[in-house]
């Protein structure tokens, strides 16, 4: 099992370290945030729009396509209520490929981003909270 911490430094600024990796996490400014980084659903958010990229990039370079410049957008609904994301839609513009064979392959490589997966088979999370002594 994989695992990710994150740890508090103030002023609702975040740490989270992930292998040998670190990164910062700040909150909306309606939680008392500073814009000082991406929010926890910005993140999630472009977890899922870079595995994607990751995925249709490798494919292209295996199969010998310029992927350079290659975008991926993300679009997807914010619903209230409990606050969530919906309707997500991911859009790749590949500028220097013109083979439209390639599209389907290309598409199916991206299929396999763990991050849509884990999207669509979403199951939900066990919370446990522990105090210090």
């Known amino acids: 099992?994989?695992?990710?911490?994150?740890?508090?430094?103030?002023?609702?600024?975040?740490?989270?370290?992930?292998?040998?990796?670190?990164?910062?996490?700040d909150v909306p400014d309606s939680m008392g945030g500073k814009d000082r980084s991406m929010t926890p659903p910005q993140f999630m958010l472009a977890s899922?729009?870079?595995c994607a990229a990751a995925f249709g990039g490798?494919?292209?370079?295996?199969?010998?396509?310029?992927?350079?410049?290659m975008k991926v957008t993300l679009e997807y609904e914010k619903l209230p209520d409990?606050?969530?994301f919906t309707n997500f839609k991911i859009k790749v513009y590949l500028p220097n490929v013109h083979d439209d064979k390639r599209k389907?392959?290309?598409?199916?490589?991206?299929?396999h981003?763990?991050?849509?997966?884990?999207?669509?088979a979403y199951q939900g999370v066990d919370i446990d909270i522990e105090f210090g002594n």
Request: hydrophobic letters at 40%.
């Open 1 to 25: 099992m994989g695992t990710m911490e994150v740890e508090y430094k103030g002023d609702m600024l975040f740490e989270v370290k992930a292998g040998n990796h670190t990164i910062k996490i």
């Open 82 to 84: 409990p606050a969530r």
């Open 58 to 69: 490798k494919y292209c370079e295996t199969a010998g396509l310029d992927a350079t410049g």
């Open 104 to 111: 389907n392959a290309i598409l199916k490589s991206i299929v």
């Open 48 to 50: 899922l729009a870079s």
């Open 113 to 120: 981003c763990p991050v849509k997966a884990s999207f669509e």
